[in-house]
């Protein structure tokens, strides 16, 4: 596709439920990023993806995240027995290569824990 | 603590002027630099960026300024234009390992009034 996408758009979930939320990232692109915004900051990082290893995990907030991109392509957040803190807008970005690059970003998913 | 700081949440400026938003970071490694524009419900949009081996990179009607010595940088916009109007985020990556990882401001929010 022209830009990264992100499915679903929202996401409303009850305290204790699992979601996964997806990120299709551009074409060819090798590196994939998670981010989290919280309401009124700035996105923060969350893991970083090169082809399907996941070589930064460290801003993964508690051992409930999981990211995977297993073909190095499509990735999915799974974030297990949601806690309201877990509210935010998740971001995905993916990069042409590794290193310090422009990062291009999907639109997001809001998730809200009800 | 916050190591990339945009102290002013909004900014407001009339069609046709110039509209300047400031950003300061602390961390003496960081060596790249990038503005993001963000407009409600969309992903966080590039807009310019700079390298710490400069000290200004123009693009169309954006330029960015970076004073090292300061750790200060400024994103200007002449002229201002209504479509303008979006959350403006500064974002700043470090030299060495970790160069893929983005540390993001709050954002300002800029207001161009036709």
């Known amino acids: 596709g022209a830009g990264v996408s992100q499915s679903p758009r929202y996401k409303v979930a009850k305290r204790g439920q699992d979601v996964a939320l997806r990120c299709d990232p551009i074409?060819?692109?090798?590196?994939l990023f998670w981010y989290q915004q919280a309401l009124g900051q700035g996105p923060e990082f969350l893991t970083y993806?090169?082809?399907?290893?996941?070589?930064?995990k460290s801003g993964l907030p508690s051992d409930r995240f999981f990211a995977e991109r297993p073909e190095g392509s499509v990735s999915t957040l799974k974030i297990q027995r949601t806690q309201q803190e877990d509210s935010a807008v998740y971001l995905c970005?993916?990069?042409?290569?590794?290193?310090?690059?422009?990062?291009?970003f999907g639109a997001g998913t809001r998730l809200s824990v009800l | 603590d916050q190591q990339v700081k945009q102290n002013s949440p909004s900014l407001s400026v009339q069609e046709g002027r110039i509209s300047i938003l400031n950003c300061d970071y602390t961390?003496?490694?960081?060596?790249?630099f990038l503005w993001y524009k963000k407009y409600p419900a969309e992903g966080p949009t590039f807009l310019i960026s700079?390298?710490?081996?400069?000290d200004k990179n123009e693009d169309g009607r954006f330029t960015v300024f970076l004073n090292k010595s300061a750790k200060h940088l400024s994103l200007h916009i002449v002229p201002s234009q209504p479509g303008d109007s979006a959350v403006y985020f500064c974002?700043?990556?470090?030299?060495?390992?970790?160069?893929?990882?983005?540390?993001f401001g709050k954002g300002t929010l800029l207001t161009v009034n036709p």
């Open positions: 970005a993916s990069s042409r290569s590794g290193g310090a690059n422009i990062q291009y």
């Open positions: 074409s060819g692109h090798v590196s």
């Open positions: 993806f090169q082809n399907e290893a996941q070589l930064d």
């Open positions: 961390n003496s490694m960081f060596d790249y």
């Open positions: 700079i390298s710490s081996i400069k």
């Open positions: 974002a700043a990556s470090a030299s060495g390992g970790s160069n893929y990882k983005l540390t």
